[in-house]
């Protein structure tokens, strides 16, 4: 970790611009000579003391503390003749009023977690990374070229590490297994990145780990931080990019945490209209507070840095961005312009994003926001956020409930297969199939499918195909890939039992098919975030369900799309085209039967250039214009 001249960092972390603050605040060991001297440092400006209990110094008076900066900051260096890591410690603290607080280390590598929250005293890792191919394939696909971001292929598998897979006796595979389970699965299915569930410790585990409680501290139940980086680097040198969900907005409660640190609100907002989340019980980053920033901002940082991980999930945006978020009226204060907005969470923003951008160009920070905020995505330098991607929620909360309403009734719906184009370029959107969209009474996606299972089986991958060739990048949330029935369950593995049934391991190679499909056709994933990269052909055919539009790469390259969500086949639908030629299938959502035609060959009348073609129920045809008499090789082709 990088060392820092101690009297500017104490001036940074307060002026809100220490972007190493880990490296100067909690627990630091080093040796000097036959002795080693362990730094210990925390920001408690209200505390009447702070002194460092534990295993190696007592958990009754422990070893004092002494004030080293008038707003707050404590340190003490504890000289002893053996190293102490691997023993335990906690702050305490005595508040202003005279309590005495048992706090976890903010700052601390490695926590036991759980109910007692004590932190570890760590090493420096010696970790070498082997990823150097990977992270240039990075440099040069994230960047912007040629007015294009993000030209190449993005499809994130979104898994909880926790409930992926589980041993007999009901303990989560490790870091370690997983990498290993995970390299050949993950190649074999087509994905190009895989993100994780917030990996931080956190004491509850029904959060799925968005109630941190020591935030440096990968979750132990999963292995040490080394194990970690091996993760990491492992997914990367098979090509696998990683990215983690990261919670800046709320913390828990928890007695051993950030709730009231020194006896006050301290790492939370100190008016109650701003400091408590009635929806999830926890507390809001007073994100104001110079020092704040620095421990969020750091925090960001420091998975980016000390674990490769390729971009980080920003967690509860619009609850960050507005002061009436989940508040009644009455409840909450305007801003000093008399609005909604939260204008200091939009400064934070900003201040996070230029940093992350300033070190890592080619990091992906992707923001759950579910409102119509506007320029998420847009640079700070242009008055937006400065976020790299936008989850689509409305596009998946609309989609999803359109294939649960029976074929009859989706005309009446259509709207949810052609709006989404009317603000696709507003911003740069990812299009989630997210772990929220299946839990809670919501289903799985193939249960929230309407119909009997053969028509659940056809339309799931029509459903499929539609997301993977719609503007946007794709993730889909583990388990979905073979038409898992049951929700998640967060204390489960994921149901590949189900794989011994025919039908479900079809879809997953068909789904294996469909994302190979996807990364070998620039068409889909080259100008996401153009128009010039799709068009409609048929918008408006409500009555049969039915959508065609083209998609195009940036040398004119053309892939045909036409999904159709009817209950029944389509005989005579007419195509209208442009170009005249020959058309082959080169992608078909369905099994081939008989009547139905693998090439079409265009007419003409007045009406212009079009082809006749079946369209088989709930399926997807994806055509290409033949040139130089190449034909190409379809899924479900004998």
Not at 345 to 362: G, T
Request: charged letters at 25%.
């Amino acid at each position: 970790m990088k060392k820092t001249d101690t009297a500017l960092s104490q001036y940074l972390f307060h002026q809100g611009t220490n972007f190493h603050a880990y490296t100067y605040l909690g627990c630091h060991e080093s040796r000097e000579g036959e002795q080693y001297h362990v730094t210990f440092r925390t920001w408690a400006p209200n505390a009447a003391s702070v002194s460092v209990v534990g295993d190696p110094f007592g958990w009754e008076e422990g070893f004092p503390l002494s004030r080293a900066t008038d707003r707050g900051v404590w340190e003490g260096v504890y000289v002893c003749p053996a190293s102490l890591v691997g023993t335990r410690y906690k702050f305490r603290i005595t508040a202003a009023d005279g309590r005495i607080l048992l706090r976890g280390d903010p700052y601390a590598f490695s926590s036991e977690g759980g109910a007692g929250g004590a932190s570890f005293v760590t090493k420096e890792s010696d970790y070498t990374f082997r990823d150097g191919e990977w992270m240039e394939h990075r440099r040069r696909t994230v960047c912007e070229k040629e007015g294009e971001f993000l030209s190449a292929p993005l499809h994130i598998y979104e898994m909880h590490a926790l409930s992926f897979l589980r041993h007999e006796d009901g303990s989560p595979y490790s870091y370690r297994e997983l990498a290993d389970f995970l390299v050949p699965y993950l190649k074999r299915m087509g994905y190009t990145h895989v993100e994780l569930l917030p990996l931080a410790e956190h004491p509850f585990e029904g959060s799925w780990g968005y109630q941190i409680g020591a935030y440096y501290a990968p979750h132990s139940h999963l292995g040490s931080s080394d194990d970690l980086r091996y993760f990491v680097d492992t997914l990367h040198r098979a090509g696998i990019g990683v990215l983690m969900d990261w919670v800046p907005a709320h913390f828990p409660k928890d007695e051993w945490g950030l709730y009231e640190f020194d006896g006050k609100p301290l790492y939370e907002y100190q008016g109650y209209d701003r400091m408590e989340s009635r929806g999830w019980g926890t507390r809001y980053f007073d994100l104001g507070r110079e020092e704040v920033q620095c421990f969020l901002v750091s925090n960001a940082l420091y998975w980016l840095r000390e674990f490769h991980l390729d971009g980080l999930r920003v967690d509860a945006v619009a609850a960050m961005l507005y002061r009436d978020y989940d508040r009644a009226e009455g409840e909450w204060t305007p801003n000093s312009y008399g609005g909604r907005e939260n204008l200091e969470a939009i400064s934070f923003f900003h201040k996070l994003n230029a940093a992350v951008s300033q070190e890592f160009p080619d990091a992906l920070m992707i923001a759950e926001e579910s409102t119509a905020f506007p320029a998420v995505t847009t640079p700070a330098s242009e008055g937006g956020l400065g976020f790299s991607l936008k989850w689509n929620m409305g596009f998946a909360n609309d989609f999803f409930s359109y294939l649960g309403r029976d074929p009859i009734f989706r005309r009446y719906h259509h709207t949810a297969l052609t709006f989404p184009m009317m603000y696709a370029y507003s911003e740069r959107y990812v299009l989630p199939i997210s772990h929220d969209e299946v839990v809670y009474g919501k289903r799985s996606l193939f249960s929230k499918i309407a119909g009997n299972r053969d028509a659940k089986f056809s339309t799931f991958r029509a459903a499929m195909t539609f997301i993977m060739t719609f503007p946007g990048k794709k993730m889909t949330f583990m388990g979905t890939e073979f038409g898992q029935e049951n929700e998640w369950n967060h204390m489960a593995a994921v149901e590949f039992s189900l794989l011994d049934d025919p039908r479900h391991r079809d879809l997953l190679e068909f789904t294996a098919a469909l994302n190979r499909f996807y990364l070998t056709t620039p068409a889909l994933w080259e100008r996401d975030f153009s128009p010039e990269g799709f068009s409609w052909i048929d918008v408006d055919n409500a009555d049969r369900n039915l959508v065609a539009y083209r998609r195009r790469d940036a040398r004119g390259g053309e892939i045909i799309v036409v999904i159709s969500f009817s209950g029944s086949d389509l005989y005579d639908y007419r195509l209208s085209l442009v170009e005249e030629g020959v058309y082959d299938t080169v992608f078909f959502s369905g099994e081939w039967s008989e009547g139905y035609e693998k090439e079409f060959r265009t007419q003409r009348d007045e009406g212009g250039v079009y082809l006749m073609m079946r369209v088989p129920a709930c399926s997807a045809v994806l055509l290409r214009r033949r040139e130089d008499g190449v034909c190409f090789t379809v899924r479900g082709e004998a």
